[in-house]
């Protein structure tokens, strides 16, 4: 588990890369292709995300920019999961660039299989890890600028928690590792008061003064999707 894009080693890559901005992100990408859009493809660069999509149809483009917990003028989307209903988004492709979500999934995009994980979409990453195996699993989450991420944190330890249910990790396998021991215990803490959580995280609170209260109540839930969203191509997203 790495806490941040910035401390993710770049001289290797791990069979399995996971994604985690639980807000908003990977929650946002999760519930686009759950929801029925084509693909997602991901830019830290906003003004590469402009000039990249306009190459494809307008009808089957929407572009998502955020940045600072806001909508990124000119863009069809701001960052909000709640946006993404199927009558908005089916056969379209979702151009978005977020401020750390889309940056920590640039980071690890060289790893043979990577993918996106939120809360909502938990259980089915678990599962999806128990029926491939991969040997080294990273969980990359993606902070704010650098700096930690409560959220982020606790849906690590979360997955944890669901490959201890399952058996496919033991204990004695964690010893050494400290901070999977830390987002475990501190997902343990906190699992049955997820909203409470991201009342406390610097990030929650930016959304919250930003009036963003639906979209915390949607990111705390957990496992109520079944997609993973899996990188098919760099930067592309498919379910
Ligand atoms: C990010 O990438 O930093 C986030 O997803 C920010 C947000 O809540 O929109």
Not at 165 to 170: E, F, M, T, V
Request: with cysteine; aromatic share 4%.
């Amino acid at each position: 588990v790495y806490h941040t894009p910035e401390l993710t080693p770049t001289d290797s890559v791990p069979d399995c890369a996971i994604a985690v901005d639980v807000l908003r992100a990977t929650s946002t990408i999760a519930t686009v292709l759950n929801a029925g859009a084509e693909a997602v493809q991901v830019f830290s660069d906003m003004d590469q995300l402009m000039q990249l999509s306009e190459d494809w149809p307008a009808e089957k483009r929407l572009r998502a920019g955020e940045r600072g917990g806001a909508k990124v003028e000119g863009c069809d989307l701001g960052n909000s999961p709640l946006d993404c209903t199927p009558e908005r988004v089916t056969d379209c492709r979702l151009f978005i660039s977020t401020t750390n979500g889309t940056r920590a999934l640039q980071r690890v995009q060289a790893a043979p299989s990577v993918l996106a994980a939120a809360l909502i979409n938990r259980q089915a990453v678990v599962n999806y890890l128990l029926e491939t195996n991969p040997e080294t699993v990273w969980i990359v989450s993606s902070g704010w600028e650098g700096s930690y991420s409560l959220e982020d944190t606790v849906c690590a330890g979360a997955i944890v928690d669901g490959l201890l249910a399952s058996s496919s990790l033991s204990p004695k396998e964690l010893a050494g590792n400290d901070e999977a021991i830390a987002a475990l215990a501190l997902y343990r803490h906190w699992q049955d008061d997820l909203l409470g959580l991201m009342h406390h995280a610097s990030h929650g609170q930016r959304l919250l003064r930003l009036n963003c209260h639906e979209d915390l109540k949607y990111c705390a839930k957990t496992d109520i999707l079944e997609v993973v969203p899996r990188q098919k191509e760099p930067g592309v997203l498919v379910k």
